[in-house]
């Protein structure tokens, strides 16, 4: 949950968090905790699993019969379900590259502060900056996470702070995230829990 002093001090600095925040209820996401798990949900899914709506990646799970993917089920996993559906070769060799760097590297994360978790991940081909983002705000939950490049932050920013998406729009997010402090990740579950706010609100309406 995000404290009262970090709200505080959103809101204080940045005017349209500080109407969010009063507006709508927080969306606790807990974390799983598990590097190896969310990293596949990305690479599977094109999206981690905590934001998914189409949850193919869960329906993966179900048709292998397996909870929680590991490094000791995914041999039933690779027979039982991805060799179902069709997968591009990039995609196929990141979803193994994954196995074999978890089979091989034993690393706890917690451990490692942002910029080691970057080296680490960023070694693994088809591992790029988005998904690292994700593991950092979701999995590992740090608290100054700011994922520039993910398409429906964009989209909410443009919206809250009438952005130009045509002229240097991530230096114009940076600017914005600059008055966060050290509390972006903060920040970012606050403007995606609006998003999810304004569809069940239209839902709601419909």
């Not at 349209?16 to 209820?25: A, D, F, Q, T």
């Not at 451990?111 to 988005?130: N, P, T």
């Not at 230096?171 to 706010?197: C, N, P, T």
Request: aromatic share 10%; with cysteine.
């Amino acid at each position: 949950m995000i404290s009262k002093e970090v709200k505080n001090y959103l809101s204080t600095n940045d005017s349209v968090l500080g109407k969010i925040i009063k507006e709508i209820s927080e969306i606790h996401i807990e974390s799983t905790n598990d590097v190896f798990f969310d990293l596949m949900s990305c690479a599977i899914e094109q999206q981690i699993h905590y934001r998914s709506n189409k949850k193919i990646f869960r329906k993966l799970l179900d048709k292998a019969e397996i909870e929680h993917l590991s490094i000791q089920n995914f041999s039933q996993f690779e027979e039982k379900a991805l060799s179902t559906i069709k997968l591009s070769q990039a995609k196929l060799q990141t979803i193994l590259g994954l196995f074999r760097f978890f089979n091989t590297e034993k690393i706890n994360w917690h451990l490692l502060d942002d910029q080691e978790v970057i080296e680490q991940l960023s070694s693994i081909k088809g591992i790029g900056k988005w998904t690292i983002d994700m593991i950092l705000l979701y999995t590992l939950q740090r608290p100054n996470v700011f994922p520039a490049d993910d398409y429906h932050l964009k989209q909410i920013m443009i919206r809250l702070y009438n952005l130009n998406p045509n002229s240097m729009l991530k230096k114009q997010m940076l600017d914005i995230s600059s008055f966060w402090g050290e509390h972006a990740s903060s920040a970012v579950r606050i403007l995606l829990a609006w998003k999810e706010h304004q569809k069940h609100f239209r839902n709601g309406k419909d």
